[in-house]
């Protein structure tokens, strides 16, 4: 994962948990290969998933370039799980902010500048700050949060996820409010 972090054409495929997972599977499964039978398994995994191919040709010391209708023809095959719109650039950038309020507008304004992914990555942050600090989430900027994410995964094609995030905005609205009465 650390190796991919540091070739740019790899760097936004760590964003997206699938991918790591893949790469750790067959990083596995490739340390535990003792048989022909067992490479050749790893080998139909790696071809299988255009990233795992190109990081392992990466490894020889051949560029192989991936294109996005490569990714996209693996994903309406099932070969991979649907992609993270999230990249790496953006999760960095975001990481600046401190406020959950702050990360909120600043994802508004990407997105209102048609930059969905960025978007996403300053709403996400959003609701982690308080979350990082070991404080109650601000109910009324999670909600916000959370509606805005389920916009912009929908706008992406992400409608399943964009369900689940519409539900936790909801849950923010429903929820009892606590206080301290005796």
């Known amino acids: 994962v650390q190796r991919c972090l540091a070739v740019p054409e ?3 495929y760590v964003a997206d948990a699938a991918f790591v997972k893949s790469l750790r599977a067959v990083a596995a499964k490739a340390a535990a290969a003792k048989t022909p039978e067992a490479v050749g398994a790893v080998t139909r995994d790696l071809m299988l998933d255009p990233r795992l191919t190109q990081c392992a040709m990466l490894g020889t010391g051949v560029r192989l370039k991936v294109e996005d209708e490569d990714l996209k023809r693996a994903e309406r095959t099932g070969d991979i799980a649907k992609r993270s719109p999230l990249r790496v650039d ?4 975001a990481s600046r902010f401190s406020s959950a309020a702050e990360a909120k507008d600043a ?3 990407a997105y209102n500048e048609g930059d969905v992914p960025r978007a996403l990555a300053f709403w996400c942050r959003s609701i982690a700050v308080n979350r ?6 601000d109910r009324d900027v999670a909600a916000v ?3 805005n994410v389920s916009q912009g995964l929908y706008k992406l094609g992400y409608f399943v996820r964009a369900e689940q995030a519409a539900t936790r905005a909801l849950a923010y609205l429903e929820a009892p409010v606590e206080t301290d009465v005796f």
């Open 10 to 12: 790899l760097r936004d």
């Open 90 to 93: 953006d999760l960095v950038a």
């Open 107 to 109: 994802g508004t304004a």
């Open 132 to 137: 990082e600090r070991g404080e109650p989430d």
């Open 145 to 147: 949060a959370y509606s």
